[in-house]
């Protein structure tokens, strides 16, 4: 199997929007269930083309054999005060799971935002998604608080925890 991982371009939108109804459908830990995530594959060529041209948010989409498996949102602020962080959205297929994808986009994150004059990376995960929290924590995300019932997922409130990696120096 080979991967790549590279920027995701407006002509991939229509992949991604595919690409997360079918993540969406697999796991209930995704901000949005399948027929929730309502996005016109016009929308998300128009967020992939500003963040092309933004200095501190990407949309970074992994590939098997040619085929979209996973994606990671690098979402920056326009805010001055905020301008040093950008918030996190990954997301990897089931049948891929285990494979490396996700720590592989993260990794690009990571090699890529101190260059965007990024200082951290945040994002947040729900506190029963151990298979995240345990890659997030290898790749040197730190839990920073929690929030109750953030989500209400199938009629059920979800707590999930706030994780950032810092870059020192």
Do not use: C
Request: net charge neutral; proline share 4%.
């Amino acid at each position: 199997m080979t991967v790549s991982i590279r920027d995701a371009m407006p002509e991939d939108a229509e992949a991604l929007v595919a690409l997360r109804k079918v993540i969406f459908g697999e796991t209930d830990f995704m901000l949005y269930a399948p027929d929730e995530y309502v996005v016109s594959v016009a929308e998300v060529a128009g967020q992939l083309e500003r963040f092309a041209k933004s200095a501190h948010s990407r949309t970074i989409i992994a590939s098997s054999d040619a085929m979209p498996v996973g994606f990671l949102g690098v979402m920056g602020s326009p805010v001055p005060r905020l301008r040093h962080a950008a918030s996190l959205a990954l997301g990897v297929r089931r049948s891929s799971w285990g494979q490396g994808i996700g720590a592989g986009l993260l990794q690009e994150a990571m090699r890529w935002a101190p260059t965007a004059g990024l200082s951290r990376l945040e994002l947040y995960v729900a506190l029963s998604n151990h298979r995240a929290i345990s890659l997030y924590e290898r790749m040197g995300f730190r839990v920073e608080g929690r929030r109750k019932q953030a989500y209400r997922i199938n009629g059920a409130f979800v707590d999930d925890q706030l994780m950032a990696y810092v870059f020192e120096g």
